[in-house]
Nanobody, 124 residues
Framework: QVQLVESGGGLVQVGGSLRLSCTKPGRNFRNYAMGWFRQAPGKEREFVAA????????NYADSVKGRFTISRDDAKNTAYLQMNSLEPEDTAVYYCAADRMGSGTKYLGNYDYWGQGTQVTVSA
C-alpha cells in the first residue's frame, strides 16, 4: 500500500538545483506536518527539513539551512523540497514523511507515514 508518493530525484552537478515532490493521497493532507529525511550509504537516516501542519513554521538541519526550502500546497496534497547549491555531501536517498497534527520536528519517531525514497546524486 502506497503511503506517500515521491518524485524529482536524479543526477545533478555540483552547484545545481533540484526540486523534490511528495504527495499524500486522501482528504486529510492539511492535518499532517510534512518532513524530509535522507540516508547516505553507511550512515544513519538524518533529518533535513519539516513544515508544520498549518504551514506556519518550518525547521531545517544546520547542514542545509540557507540552501534548501520546504513548502506545501494543500490544494494539491503536495509538499516540496527545493534544493539549491547542491554539494556532493547531499548525495543520499531522500524520504518524505507525514506526522498527523505535528509541528514539524526533527525526530523520526514522530512521523506516522513514509514514502519509498528517491535517489539524489550530486557529481563532484
Amino acid at each position: 500500500q502506497v503511503q506517500l508518493v515521491e518524485s524529482g530525484g536524479g543526477l545533478v552537478q555540483v552547484g545545481g538545483s533540484l526540486r523534490l515532490s511528495c504527495t499524500k493521497p486522501g482528504r486529510n493532507f492539511r492535518n499532517y506536518a510534512m518532513g524530509w529525511f535522507r540516508q547516505a550509504p553507511g550512515k544513519e537516516r538524518e533529518f533535513v527539513a519539516a513544515i508544520s501542519w498549518s504551514g506556519t513554521s518550518t525547521n531545517y538541519a544546520d547542514s542545509v539551512k540557507g540552501r534548501f526550502t520546504i513548502s506545501r500546497d494543500d490544494a494539491k496534497n503536495t509538499a516540496y523540497l527545493q534544493m539549491n547549491s547542491l554539494e556532493p555531501e547531499d548525495t543520499a536517498v531522500y524520504y518524505c514523511a507525514a506526522d498527523r497534527m505535528g509541528s514539524g520536528t526533527k525526530y523520526l519517531g514522530n512521523y506516522d507515514y513514509w514514502g519509498q525514497g528517491t535517489q539524489v546524486t550530486v557529481s563532484a
